[in-house]
């Protein structure tokens, strides 16, 4: 669907983004993630056609950005972070307005105007002016703008920033439809929405990139050691004598006393099965086991290990 080869821009002295390889496949939601300056708005703004490479090439359907942009700009729909909405406009017109700069004629502009408003329920928004809009509604005017035509790639920046629960909710779903028909490229700083609803993730970081994968297989990746929390009562100091006495613990990390009299224990394992011979000598020694469950890196981990960042 799309190719990404080597994709880089400088802006003079300056590198947004350098030397990007990746893919978005056919009927793939592709989560696209970094933090601030990484580089992400400048990326989906060249995959985009409005801004040009220093060097790299692009390919969307089959049609080189640079060299064939009519072509795959047809293939296209983008909803930038601030959706391109005129205030003075009524949602109608304006959707028949971006139906036109899409191409689109005749007795097929009523046709598509007519689809799109009904998939992001707008039918008894058509006559109001989108400056009287929600916020909610105005992003479902930015998001029906970028649907019209049925663009095999659809690009997503940030779509439901500033938009309550209840509409997270509702977007979050019909974005999720959407990858059944198109190829998405969703970025979004939340990432229990990436999670949510993303095939794949790309993860970029001072413009380069750090890592292509699903999400199961990089929390995968980054796990490690096993780490066991453990949560006991009674005497911390019998717990870690017993604890001590258990092959197959790499390291106890971390004790953490409670104010009800319970201690938690972070354990290093060398594998999980060791699980089993700490319960049986906690057991044998005469430990209450309160809790025991196994931490794994979730993305929020992955992504602050690959950026570089800290909590």
Known sequence: MVEIKNLTKHYGKVTAVNDLSFEIRDNEILGFLGPNGAGKSTTMNIIAGYLPTSSGTVNVCGHD???????????????????????????EEYLRYCAGIKGIRGGEVKKEVEKVMKRLQLTDMRRRLIANLSKGYKQRV???????????????????????????AELRKFIKTLGKDHSVILSSHILSEIS????????????????????ENLERKMS????????????????SFVLGEVKGIKEIQDIIENDDGTS???????????????????????????????ERPDLEKVFLELTGKKK
């Open 65 to 91: 950005i640079k060299e064939d942009a009519r072509a795959a700009k047809r293939c296209i729909g983008y909803l930038p972070e601030i959706p391109p909405l005129y205030p003075d406009m009524r949602v």
């Open 142 to 168: 930015g998001l029906a703008q970028a649907i019209l035509g049925d663009p095999e790639l659809l690009i997503l920046d940030e779509p439901t920033v500033g938009l309550d629960p209840t509409q997270v």
């Open 196 to 215: 949510a609803v993303c095939d794949r993730v790309v993860i970029i970081s001072k413009g380069e990139l750090r890592a292509v994968d699903t999400i």
């Open 224 to 239: 490690g050691s096993p780490i066991l929390s453990l949560t006991v009562e009674g005497e911390q100091l019998a717990a």
């Open 264 to 294: 938690v224990f972070k354990i290093q394992l060398e594998d999980e099965k060791v699980r089993q011979d700490i319960m049986a000598a906690l057991v044998e020694g005469g430990i209450n086991v309160v809790e025991m469950s196994m």
